[in-house]
């Protein structure tokens, strides 16, 4: 079984600091994601990367930044944490090249409140 | 830009009944659809992928059909379980997948 696995499940974090959210896949998948997930607007794109030191951003990456060095390793930053960015993080990957026609294995979420 | 519309309010059934789910969508069709099942406190968990050139997919009790010319899927679980009580994502796979907001399903004793 494919296993997604997130540093933390809760993170309290005061406004201006700067935040790491470390997800590791363990089935050496091509594609890597990091979602929020908010009340009423579901899950919403910050970053993917489709291979070792890649990245593209996704619908909302502004105040985000990711690094990827390793294929099994995908972190997302908060360069300076504000309290709009209090959310549910949420890490997945992906096997087959391009994100149309696969399936995705999500992490069990990193909920941050940011104060 | 694309809208995906599932229903904001709880479905509420009783169990041995068939939960349908909606999930509609505006403009194009994407290539594929895709159903994901998400606990309170985790991540989303994928349950069944939809061409769009099938109309039905089934997988044990699950059944998802996808209409491009109404721009919906329905859901359904058969005999449903409490077990089932969750909620339910639609994603649509473009260049990326975008994920509606979900419907919370209960399912009753």
């Known amino acids: 079984d494919v296993k997604v696995t997130q540093s933390s499940r809760y993170l309290v974090k005061r406004t201006g600091e700067k935040v790491f959210l470390e997800c590791v896949q363990d089935m050496d998948h091509e594609n890597m994601f990091w979602y929020r997930q908010d009340p009423g607007l579901g899950l919403r794109l910050i970053y993917f990367s489709y291979d070792v030191k890649m990245k593209e951003k996704g619908d909302i990456p502004e105040g985000y930044s990711v690094s990827r060095e390793k294929k099994e390793r995908f972190s997302l930053i908060l360069e300076s944490a504000s309290t709009n960015q209090t959310s549910m993080y949420l890490c997945?990957?992906?096997?087959?090249?391009?994100?149309?026609?696969?399936?995705?294995?999500f992490g069990p979420g990193t909920r941050l409140t940011v104060t | 830009s694309q809208k995906i519309e599932q229903n904001s309010e709880a479905l509420n059934i009783q169990e041995g009944k068939t939960a349908t789910l909606t999930c509609n969508y505006t403009n194009y069709s994407p290539a594929y659809l895709q159903w994901y099942r998400q606990d309170p406190g985790r991540g989303p968990v994928f349950l069944l992928l939809?061409?769009?050139?099938?109309k039905e997919k089934r997988k044990e009790r699950l059944k998802v059909t996808f209409d491009t010319t109404l721009k919906q899927s329905l859901f359904h679980i058969t005999a449903s379980q409490p077990a089932d009580s969750a909620t339910y994502l639609c994603?649509?796979?473009?260049?990326?997948?975008?994920f509606g907001a979900g419907t919370r399903l209960a399912v009753h004793p």
């Open positions: 997945a990957s992906s096997l087959t090249p391009g994100q149309a026609r696969s399936e995705q294995y």
């Open positions: 994603a649509l796979s473009y260049n990326k997948l975008i």
């Open positions: 939809i061409r769009e050139n099938e």
